[in-house]
């Protein structure tokens, strides 16, 4: 279990390992860190200059708790997003390694890739975007979808992938 922190980045992102289920995807933390940059790229407007956010990747036993203390939902889900009340800190995502593993399968893409667009699509939480209500989901997917095509990564939203469980991927 590991925590690392870079001072160079648009937004000042710390990585909590919290279990070795991730050693399975060695690259998590810079997967990690690459989706931070690239979606704070594309939204700067949007990014206030000391931004601050916390990632931890965790499994599904600690995403299921969190799902059901914070959202009354019994299961794990594959990310979730608190947002901080204000301050540089955005807030946190917590993303569940069995979870993201299934989909990538289920999915039929690499698990680095679907990590990624987890990443970014709770650090959109972050930034006030949702996807609640059709136009609010359609501004969220176009943006998932140009940062990950500028990562060289398929469109998550394409016939037959799935994508976080609608309003059930944030508290």
Same mark, same amino acid.
């Given at each position: 279990?590991?925590?690392?922190?870079?001072? *160079?980045?648009?937004?000042?992102?710390?990585?909590?390992?919290?279990?070795?289920?991730w050693d399975?995807?060695?690259?998590?933390?810079?997967a990690v860190?690459?989706?931070?940059?690239?979606?704070?790229?594309?939204?700067r407007a949007r990014v206030p200059a000391d931004a601050e956010i916390s990632?931890?990747?965790?499994?599904?036993?600690?995403?299921?708790?969190?799902?059901?203390?914070?959202?009354?939902? *019994?299961?794990?889900?594959?990310?979730?997003?608190?947002?901080?009340?204000?301050g540089p800190l955005l807030g946190d995502v917590v993303i569940a390694y069995e979870t993201l593993q299934r989909e990538a399968v289920e999915e039929g893409v690499a698990p680095r890739d679907h990590l990624v667009l987890l990443t970014v699509h709770g650090l959109l939480h972050l930034?006030?975007?949702?996807?609640?209500?059709?136009?609010?989901?359609?501004?969220?997917e176009s943006i998932e979808t140009a940062?990950?095509?500028?990562?060289g990564i398929n469109d998550p939203h394409a016939a037959g992938r799935m994508m976080p469980e609608g309003p059930d991927a944030r508290p």
């Open positions: 279990m590991s925590e690392r922190r870079d001072e *160079d980045e648009a937004i000042q992102t710390d990585i909590a390992v919290l279990t070795d289920l399975g995807l060695p690259d998590a933390e810079d860190r690459l989706a931070v940059r690239a979606a704070a790229a594309h939204v990632i931890a990747l965790a499994d599904d036993a600690t995403v299921r708790n969190l799902n059901r203390d914070y959202r009354a939902k *019994d299961k794990p889900t594959n990310v979730l997003s608190f947002p901080a009340p204000h930034l006030g975007y949702d996807h609640l209500t059709e136009p609010e989901a359609v501004e969220m940062v990950l095509a500028g990562l």
